[in-house]
């Protein structure tokens, strides 16, 4: 598996150019974080990662409606509070078939991970990331299955992002960020 889409290079799809340049790299640094969670140790280097990743994809892509999932869920859904207050952010999973993107972060030892993936699906477009795609086996495999459903898939080794829209080109990428 090789990486090689990181600036952008080999990429035909115009939506992922731009995604992938100023939204996942922030190339312009043109987002904005919460102070108060950039000032204070309140986050892991990984942890400020991928909140504000996940905070730049939710505004680009106008997002209207959250669930979190996972270890962190709490700790993200204040954070993202602040970053994006136009968000409905809940950490419910029954609420899944309205939401417009899901976060599947890290599993606590023992938990399962039991999404209702029809009623998610049938609404387009819609947007899943999930953590640990190598690491822990019920990711992984749940990775494997959207990914054949996905419009776009981006594999980011520690993260993966799924794109549901049949209105963007269809397309596999491999990053590292």
């Not at 996942?24 to 991928?50: A, C, H, M, Q, V």
């Not at 669930?67 to 419910?92: F, H, I, K, R």
């Not at 049938?122 to 749940?142: C, T």
Request: aromatic share 12%; charged share 30%; net charge positive.
């Amino acid at each position: 598996m090789r990486f090689r889409h990181k600036r952008g290079f080999g990429v035909h799809s115009p939506f992922m150019f731009n995604l992938i340049l100023n939204v996942i790299r922030d190339r312009d640094r043109t987002f904005d974080y919460p102070l108060e969670w950039e000032k204070g140790n309140l986050l892991s280097r990984r942890e400020r990662k991928i909140f504000r990743l996940l905070s730049r994809l939710i505004r680009h892509l106008e997002v209207r409606r959250m669930v979190c999932t996972g270890e962190n869920a709490a700790l993200l859904m204040e954070y993202l509070e602040t970053a994006c207050p136009q968000v409905l952010l809940t950490s419910c999973l029954e609420e899944v078939g309205e939401a417009d993107f899901i976060y599947v972060g890290r599993r606590m030892p023992g938990e399962k991970t039991a999404l209702d993936w029809g009623a998610f699906l049938r609404n387009e477009p819609k947007y899943v990331v999930i953590s640990d795609i190598y690491k822990d086996k019920q990711h992984a495999r749940l990775w494997r299955l959207l990914r054949e459903r996905a419009t776009v898939s981006v594999d980011m080794m520690w993260y993966g992002i799924l794109f549901f829209n049949d209105k963007i080109q269809r397309g596999k990428y491999n990053l590292m960020i």
